[in-house]
């Protein structure tokens, strides 16, 4: 058996006029100063008006300003944060922040950030973030299972699966190229959503299928890569200027489930930006 995080979330009587929003995010580095907080809490208005579930992909704390991180700078840290029990602060304040949008949030999960934390400094930032504000805490991988029901045993269901994200991503391919590559060992997910590189794109992979029944049908495979809520483009100084890097896309995407009337009433879905 693999061990991994598999989230389930049941609709039941779906039917006409029924819809379903999503607010995905990853690379939120909301502690950073250069985090776009305004852009981060419009979308999470926007969420709560459209009694959107959030989840979050890795990532939501920079959190690298601790003590002997060699990636600190001190341009790099908000006032609020400058404490002598720095992780507690960064925990502390973000719960206070996401307060009054605890109960939106479907899962928080591990990014390349929080991991380097609990492997110096041992301890989980999203996991304490989490049991604050009373939600789930994922890991750097994992699924989430969506399970419709339009009445008695009439059933849909799909699947995403989430992957922090690894590399650098390509400054010309973006890393389009690993869709081929994902694709071939999970066969079984609609949607695979990544983050880290900070990149944006959406690629559509139709599928030729086989049904249990022996029927042959056409579906599709959905690869979303998120941006990030973090501004890095400064051209006076600074890392990312420094090496290069081009401007960087900011905001998340929206994944909508509606009854799709014109389909047989199947359920429908959508992937749009969040910007």
């Given at each position: 058996m693999v061990e991994g995080d598999v989230?389930?979330?049941?609709?039941?009587?779906?039917?006409?006029?029924?819809?379903?929003?999503?607010?995905?995010?990853?690379?939120?580095h909301w502690d950073n100063p250069h985090c776009d907080r305004r852009l981060f809490h419009k979308h999470l208005r926007q969420?709560?008006?459209?009694?959107a579930r959030i989840m979050v992909f890795g990532d939501f704390f920079c959190a690298m300003q601790g003590k002997g991180d060699k990636r600190g700078n001190k341009?790099?840290?908000r006032p609020e944060h400058k404490q002598g029990n720095y992780l507690d602060s960064l925990v502390d304040t973000a719960a206070d922040d996401l307060a009054d949008y605890a109960t939106l949030f479907e899962f928080l999960a591990l990014g390349n950030h929080e991991m380097s934390i609990e492997a110096h400094h041992e301890t989980n930032l999203i996991d304490r973030l989490c049991k604050r504000l009373g939600v789930k805490a994922g890991g750097y991988a994992g699924f989430v299972?969506?399970?419709?029901?339009?009445?008695?045993?009439d059933k849909i269901s799909h699947s995403l699966f989430w992957h922090h994200g690894a590399g650098g991503g390509g400054e010309v391919t973006k890393n389009v190229i690993d869709t081929n590559r994902k694709a071939v060992w999970l066969p079984d997910a609609t949607f695979v959503v990544r983050g880290h590189v900070h990149s944006e794109w959406l690629v559509t992979m139709p599928r030729v299928r086989l049904s249990q029944s022996g029927k042959v049908y056409l579906d599709e495979q959905l690869h979303l890569q998120l941006p990030t809520y973090k501004q890095e483009m400064?051209?006076?100084k600074g890392f990312h200027i420094e090496k290069g890097r081009p401007p960087k896309p900011l905001g998340g995407a929206w994944l909508r489930f509606y009854y799709d009337g014109d389909a047989r009433g199947k359920v429908g879905y959508e992937v749009t930006r969040a910007k």
């Open positions: 989230f389930t979330l049941r609709f039941d009587e779906v039917r006409e006029g029924w819809e379903q929003w999503f607010l995905l995010q990853s690379d939120v969420a709560k008006e459209r009694n341009d790099d840290i299972r969506f399970l419709f029901n339009r009445g008695g045993s400064h051209l006076n």
